[in-house]
């Protein structure tokens, strides 16, 4: 699935948010992040081809991993949904 740029009501403030076994563990807006969207295409796309699919991983909002209190690990068997609002989601099975 492709989404063109002119889909999203506000390329700037785009949520997402991961569900573990349906337990919301990441949630958050791109509005939030330390650099803006726009900008950090840019910057990766002066030093790297991006091609329609590619993935920017940004890093992750407070309060996840060894950073919950207390701390929390995937676990063998778990499922992982990442969302991305006006995109879609991905699903992932950990062994």
Do not use: K
């Not at 390329?11 to 992040?33: K, P, Y």
């Not at 950090?40 to 407070?62: E, K, M, N, Q, Y």
């Amino acid at each position: 699935m492709s989404v063109s740029p002119d889909e999203f009501p506000d390329r700037a403030d785009i949520g997402f948010e991961c569900l573990l076994d349906g337990e919301v563990v990441q949630r958050g807006r791109t509005s939030e992040m330390i650099f803006p969207v726009d900008d950090l295409v840019a910057r990766i796309s002066a030093v790297c081809p991006l091609l329609p699919g590619d993935l920017i991983f940004t890093g992750t909002p407070a309060g996840v991993g060894n950073r919950r209190n207390p701390p929390r690990y995937l676990r063998p068997g778990e499922t992982l949904v990442s969302r991305v609002e006006h995109i879609g989601e991905i699903r992932q099975t950990f062994r």
